[in-house]
């Protein structure tokens, strides 16, 4: 009976372990790059340092102040200007740069004046000589002049009927004759006032 029992016993049952699995370890996540973004950020950084550069030398433009002005727009290129000063001395040329610092004058011509002596004699005809700047000066100059605006009056544009643009232009066509017709005037004169003292000395007995 007993055998019969432990026949008929339902089989123990298996113990099954559990499936191992091997877990392997989770890497970081990479890091996606936002290269719009990052455009955008190098795009505002040009844009503010550029901005910053053009500030800068404008700044440093306006302080040295060589910049032309409205004023300059007056100057009529292609006719010959006169500038006054503060000494009451008069320049013609024409004038190439101007701004609030200076005026640059080329072709320059001034007008000579007799000497104090000459003018006490003579008052009522005074003879005045147009002469080109750099050929009768001691010194010997170019012909430009850099003049500070502080001695300038005021400066006008001439016109081509001018008294002064007119002598400029005999000047141009003979220089040597402009020069002679301004000496030979002096020495009439000269010449005449020599004779008119010596006549009445010639009349005594």
């Known amino acids: 009976m007993d055998f019969l029992s432990r ?14 699995h091997s877990v ?9 790059i936002d290269w719009v ?33 409205a004023e300059s727009s007056y100057v009529v290129g292609d006719r010959y200007q ?9 320049y ?6 101007l701004n609030n610092k200076f005026i640059v ?10 000497s104090q002596t000459q003018a006490s004699t003579n008052t009522t005809n005074q003879n005045y000589t147009l002469r080109k700047l750099g ?8 012909d430009e002049m850099v003049i500070n605006r502080e001695q300038v009056t005021f400066w006008e544009n001439l016109k081509d009927s001018s008294q002064v643009v007119t002598k400029i232009k005999e000047y141009k066509k003979n220089p040597d004759a ?8 002096s020495s009439g004169s000269n010449t005449q006032q020599s004779s008119g003292t010596d006549q009445p000395s010639g009349s005594n007995p």
């Open 37 to 69: 973004a990052r455009t955008v950020r190098f795009e505002l950084f040009i844009v503010i340092v550029g901005s910053a550069l053009i500030i800068a030398a404008l700044a440093l433009w306006l302080a040295t102040g060589n910049y032309k002005n």
């Open 92 to 97: 013609f040329g024409k004038i190439t740069d």
């Open 24 to 32: 392997q370890p989770v890497g970081k996540p990479k890091k996606r």
């Open 135 to 142: 050929t009768s000066e001691l010194h010997s100059p170019e």
């Open 178 to 185: 402009a020069n002679q017709s301004g000496d030979s005037s």
């Open 105 to 114: 004058l080329k072709d320059v011509f001034y007008i000579e004046t007799p």
């Open 7 to 20: 026949g008929t016993r339902a089989p123990a049952p298996e113990h099954h372990q559990p499936a191992t």
């Open 82 to 90: 006169a500038v006054f000063l503060t000494n009451n001395q008069v």
